[in-house]
């Protein structure tokens, strides 16, 4: 596959879904006020619809890439002096940070939005073993939706500059990953992906 091809139809793919009336509301207030937000929901939605190019995937693409944009919407009821704080957060912080995929889904919802993209919304901080959050659930109650947001919101984080150290490249970020408890077939799509 022509790789400058793949990524065009990606490109094409989340401009369409990012241009739907009700997501493009969430990204410009995103992009207003929650800068790094808005670039992390573009790139995720990004790379997961390259993984879709090589993941065979049959459920609902575009519910997966509204999911994909919006999937920390709900950081913009996060405060600003806890989502900023450099160094470790205290449990009631770290329980406020958490509060970002009720607060997305509640968003969601009152704008219409339902389906996949709110169940990405909802779990794309779970984990295979039933440590991620909020409910705790493990991988046969994780939808392949989510378990595809969980791997692209990871991968992304990773190989991005962060305050505290420089990105990974994409090499050491499927190495780490390799050890999380996360789709290891969904993972091995995104080694697929030269493009990202
Ligand atoms: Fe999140």
Redesign the pocket.
Same mark, same amino acid.
């Given at each position: 596959m022509d790789n400058r091809n793949m990524g065009y139809r990606a490109r094409i793919l989340v401009s369409e879904v990012a241009a739907e009336p009700a997501v493009a509301w969430f990204l410009n207030e995103l992009a207003a006020r929650r800068r790094s937000a808005f670039v992390q929901e573009m790139n995720t939605a990004y790379l997961a619809a390259q993984l879709l190019e090589v993941y065979d995937y049959d459920g609902d693409v575009k519910g997966l890439l509204r999911g994909m944009l919006l999937? @920390?919407v709900g950081e913009l009821m996060t405060p600003n002096d806890i989502l900023g704080k450099p160094g470790r957060l205290s449990p009631e912080e770290r329980i406020a940070v958490q509060r #970002?995929?009720s607060d997305g889904a509640e968003l969601l919802t009152r704008k219409g939005i339902t389906g996949d993209a709110l169940t990405v919304v909802l779990q #794309? #901080?779970e984990r295979s073993d039933g440590t991620g959050y909020p409910a705790g659930v493990e991988s046969p109650e994780i939808a392949r939706c989510a378990k595809i947001a969980m791997v692209c @919101?990871v991968y992304e984080a990773l190989t991005t500059d962060r305050p505290q150290r420089k990105a990974f490249n994409m090499y050491e970020a499927v190495s780490m990953m390799t050890g999380m408890p996360l789709s290891h077939g969904i993972l091995q799509s995104i080694k697929r992906c030269d493009d990202t």
């Open positions: 999937h @920390d #970002h995929v #794309h #901080h @919101d």
